[in-house]
């Protein structure tokens, strides 16, 4: 093993090689090196993101040595962007830095294609118009290239005990979700070689070693066989139908200790539902992006398009999803258990093979060459199918000019919910508007509890919800707060935005949609789609 | 002409103005100077220099704590690398517990970490009572319960300096928790065992008999031919050519089978027992531990009362609740444990339900009614003397309601279980 591999080797094993490469060709831009800024670096620089550059005007102030470890009193008064960058540097030699002493906004001035080198831009400590304008230029350059160049747009911030974040990537694709198991036993509706294997067990003339050793799979073929034949075809639907299937295989049992038969009896339940498309995955195949496919597609809805044929033609599918062809352990012999779990991947690899067959067909269509996706990746796609997902955040401009005013009401209808939070936060951008500083920053904090009283009242308003549906109480705790940062909060939205970025890089497990917010006094996080 | 009080202010803005400002949302909270000089005298223990360690440290060091100790048997190796942010690749090899120290003290300015680089069981409880907190960031099973076990059993409810806050932070791959224990006042870690999930393991006639995962393979290639191989000489799982030994091994049983997807990666991972650990989990894990510590010792907010949750695959979610105490825990609980078998198995059926019971999470119990031993698993004079019970009934050995109490090596404590026999 490679030093490299030893390096990650805790981390490959949850998102492989694939997940690390494209984590290694990744740039990520932070605009502020804030304390919350700097810790999604460091948790992104340490399982090697490939670069990351810090754009920051400001000089390094004592407050910032309080809150942010990547300072230290030395610091003080030299450039943030560079100090910032020569200690996370120090993390790991495979992540390449860069610094920039410049204002964000000069920058853009100067250089207006500057953004889009980067996979992620990420912001904090920027004013809402800023936040926005930034949010604007990564989601119209998604808009005017190919999906595949899009960038992803971070906004964190946190304000004494309060944490916010908020994710904006217009349309992210995701074949490897992870889900707890993958198995696909079909056996509601067996294909003939699974049939032909239930029917090799004698279960009247094997020892009894070899009856216990009978694969469930096989028990419930079996059982699930004689069910339908007395039912004319059907498979049992009731609760008292499964019952009945749970008393016939019982009745097959040679003695109460059979493991194999305890297994087939605690998955009778799950076996009598129908093999099925997922409604999730038939709302893929009326996607627009499947209807509208061009040769700028992505592979993604390319293959889309092709399960979308596969599955329409019965004659290969019977109206199913490609096989996933994985088997979960059993109590078995050796023998039988590999030879049915042969049986399960030859017809994987099949199915893979007639949707490739298929995406031939339809990459010529749009007029790409028909072996441009490769064999492997439509096998994984086919092993996946049933949990393909896609995630559409919306813009930070619709979160502003259309509200989703039905779903925030019901959120502030809540009185735990951490939704509170928002509303203060998008109370205290307006207060900033009003003020030009925000609310509890000076010593005579309490004068500006009123103040900020009015902006809740407002927006409150504009959304058509009840204005006293926050507080006075918290309206003055966060300007108790007064801006500060704490480390502490700091460092878990630090945590919980790397690991959002590295969900959304690796094209791996599910990226949250859009907003998650996290309350430091009441120890509890909400995810929103605002 | 800065003051170092000035100086002070102006580092710690962010919290300062946490603690100088009162508070309408937690009406008992004084903001009086006291809270101040009382994190930077308060001496917090922090167990463990690992991915969660070094995270805690950190957080600690800038929340204003400065009388830090950490403790850590381990030494840092090339794997750590990736989430352990207070150790480079020349520090491979070096003690955990001193390289943080030394990184931090550097680092944060007026703040003290003292290293212990030792086992916690090293230290008694005389040493345990000089904090105000501690922080735990461990990812053994065993050391968590020993710890809990004597913080609670130091716990005099009549004396609240006896009384010292645990709060512990634990991960796995893009899960993690987080809980705060307040001896004999909240459930503690013996009171949540049930939690855990049954111990992985593959019994032993799958291994000898009919394989089916690769798993299996590697199992019979270290369990069953490394001794017949080497003896007494245990696999260094740490030794890349033991762990190639294996492997290969593993690799040849899995042809002679079929079986695929023997890999070195897994035999590794097997072995060792390998736990997928990142630095993101590590780090939401181990804030939420020092936020809590924060807020305990400043009672500036109120704390997590008492367990939080947290799961990344999908989407970000937590979930907050109260864990209740339980009557017949064995470490806090009033009551002693109740349970129920069958007279007429064995006492090796018995022994063997203990093993598995997921909040007992026993390797090798021994047995013993009324101070006298039925089984006993070493030393080898005895195991052989008692072993002839094992055979027989517990209807034979003891009547129903009997206490009876069970040791074992990773057990910190001894269990005492009324049994009744059906």
């Known amino acids: 093993m490679d030093a490299k591999t030893q390096k990650y080797d805790r ?46 005007a400001g000089t390094v102030a004592l407050h910032d040595v309080g809150s942010n470890f990547f300072f230290d009193l030395e610091s003080v008064g030299k450039s943030r962007a ?27 001035k100067e250089k207006p294609d500057f953004l889009d080198q980067f996979t992620i831009v990420m912001v904090s400590e920027v004013t809402q118009e800023l936040a926005t304008k930034i949010a604007k230029i990564c989601w119209d350059h998604g808009k005017t290239t190919q999906a595949k160049k899009q960038i992803s747009f971070v906004w964190v911030r946190t304000v004494g005990l309060i944490g916010a974040a908020r994710i904006v990537t217009p349309e992210h694709t995701i074949v490897e979700t992870h889900p707890d198991s993958v198995a696909d036993l079909r056996i509601d509706s067996p294909f003939p070689e699974l049939d032909a294997y239930w029917r090799t067990f004698d279960f009247d003339t094997q020892d009894n070693l070899e009856f216990g050793h009978i694969p469930y799979v096989a028990i419930l073929l079996k059982f699930m066989d004689q069910w339908k034949k007395e039912h004319n075809g059907q498979t049992p639907s009731t609760y008292a139908e499964k019952n009945q299937l749970k008393a016939l295989i019982r009745s097959g049992m040679r003695s109460a200790d059979d493991e194999n038969f305890e297994e087939a009896l605690s998955s009778v339940l799950r076996s009598c539902q129908a093999t099925v498309v997922p409604s999730s995955i ?51 012999q050796t023998d039988s258990y590999v030879k049915l779990q042969s049986i399960y991947k030859a017809k994987a690899k099949q199915d893979a093979q007639v949707v490739a067959e298929i995406t031939g067909r339809v ?16 096998e994984a796609f086919c092993k996946f199918s049933a949990f393909l997902k896609v995630v559409r955040h919306r813009s930070l401009e619709s ?8 779903q925030i009401a019901l959120h502030l209808a809540d009185p735990d919910s951490v939704f509170v939070q928002y509303v203060l936060l998008r109370a205290s951008d307006a207060f900033y508007g009003d003020h030009g500083r925000y609310p509890g920053e000076n010593e005579s ?84 789609e605002l | 002409m800065l003051t170092e009080e000035n100086i002070d202010a102006k580092r710690w803005d962010g919290i300062y103005k946490l603690l100088d400002r009162s508070s309408l949302i937690h009406p008992d909270f004084q903001p009086i100077e006291e809270i101040k000089d009382f994190v930077k005298e308060a001496k917090i223990l922090v167990i463990g220099a690992g991915g969660l360690g070094c995270e805690i440290l950190k957080n600690l060091a800038l929340s204003g704590f400065r009388d830090i100790h950490v403790i850590d048997m381990d030494t840092i190796d090339i794997s750590n690398l990736n989430r352990q942010f207070l150790f480079r690749r020349a520090d491979v090899g070096k003690s955990k517990a001193e390289t943080a120290a030394t990184f931090v003290n550097r680092r944060v300015q007026g703040v003290n970490v003292t290293p212990h680089f030792c086992k916690i069981q090293d230290k008694d409880e005389d040493f345990y009572s000089e904090f105000a907190l501690i922080i735990c960031g461990l990812d053994s099973i065993e050391a968590r319960r020993w710890i809990n076990a004597t913080l609670v059993g130091m716990a005099d409810p009549e004396s609240p300096d006896t009384m010292k806050p645990l709060i512990d932070g634990g991960t796995e791959g893009f899960k993690g928790q987080a809980r705060v224990i307040l001896p004999r006042m909240t459930s503690c870690y013996e009171c949540s065992m049930d939690m855990l999930s049954k111990p992985t393991g593959f019994p032993l006639c799958t291994i000898a008999n009919t394989p089916r995962l690769p798993e299996h393979c590697i199992e019979w290639a270290s369990v069953l031919e490394w001794p017949k191989v080497h003896g ?17 091994t593993a690799l040849a049983r899995a042809k002679e089978f079929n079986i695929q997807g023997v890999t070195y990666s897994l035999t590794q991972g097997v072995v060792k027992n390998i736990i997928p650990a990142i630095a993101s989990t590590n780090a939401i894990i181990a804030a939420s531990c020092c936020n809590e510590a924060l807020k305990i010792a400043t009672t500036s907010a109120k704390y997590l ?24 825990c064995p470490v806090c609980g009033q009551s002693a444990l109740k349970l129920e078998f069958r007279g007429d198995k064995t006492l090796e059926d018995f022994i063997e339900y203990l093993k598995e019971k997921p909040d007992a999470q026993l390797k090798k119990p021994s047995v013993a009614i009324g101070g006298k031993p039925l089984y006993m698993p070493a030393p080898k004079q005895l195991e052989e003397a008692l072993r002839p019970n094992l055979e027989k009934t517990l209807k034979e050995l003891l009547s129903s309601g009997d206490e009876i109490t069970i040791t074992d090596t990773t057990l910190p404590f001894s269990l005492q279980i009324v049994l009744t026999l059906v």
């Open chain 2, 305 to 328: 009362d008492n367990y939080m949750m947290y799961t990344g695959n999908d989407s970000v979610y937590t979930y907050t609740f109260q864990h209740q105490r339980k009557d017949d």
């Open chain 2, 232 to 248: 007494d000489r245990k696999a260094d799982t740490d030794d890349p050519k033991d762990i190639q030994w294996l492997y290969e």
């Open chain 1, 399 to 406: 979160e502003y000019v259309e509200p989703k005013t039905e």
């Open chain 1, 11 to 56: 981390q490959l094993r949850l998102w492989g090689g694939n997940g690390q490469e494209a984590l290694e060709s990744a740039h990520i831009l932070l605009v502020n090196a804030s304390p919350v800024g700097c810790e999604v670096l460091k948790n992104l620089i340490l399982p090697g993101i490939g670069q990351f550059t810090i754009v920051d």
């Open chain 1, 282 to 332: 038939k709302d893929l195949f009326s996607d627009p992006e499947v209807e509208n496919l061009t040769a700028e597609s992505i592979d993604f809805w390319v293959l889309v398009k092709a399960l979308k044929e596969f599955v329409a033609d019965t004659s290969k599918s019977a109206g199913l999803l490609p096989l996933s062809g994985t088997i979960p352990d059993m109590k078995a």
């Open chain 1, 445 to 528: 904090w309490e004068e500006d509890v009123e103040h900020l009283q009015g902006n809740v009242a407002t927006l409150l308003e504009s959304w058509g919800v009840d204005k006293e549906a926050v507080s006075p109480e918290r309206v003055h705790e966060i300007c108790r707060y007064g801006m500060g940062a704490i480390h502490n909060i700091a460092s878990l939205m630090g945590g919980v935005v790397s690991q959002e970025i590295i969900k959304v890089i690796t094209r791996q497990y599910v990226p949250m949609n859009n907003t998650v917010l996290f309350d430091g006094a009441a120890s509890v996080t909400g995810v929103f």
């Open chain 1, 363 to 378: 990459l010529e269509k749009i007029g790409r060459p028909k072996n441009s996706i490769a064999f492997v990746d439509i």
């Open chain 1, 82 to 108: 560079e100090k910032a960058c020569e200690f996370l540097s120090e993390l790991n030699e495979d992540a390449k830095g860069h610094w920039i002493k410049n204002d964000i906004s000069t920058l853009l």
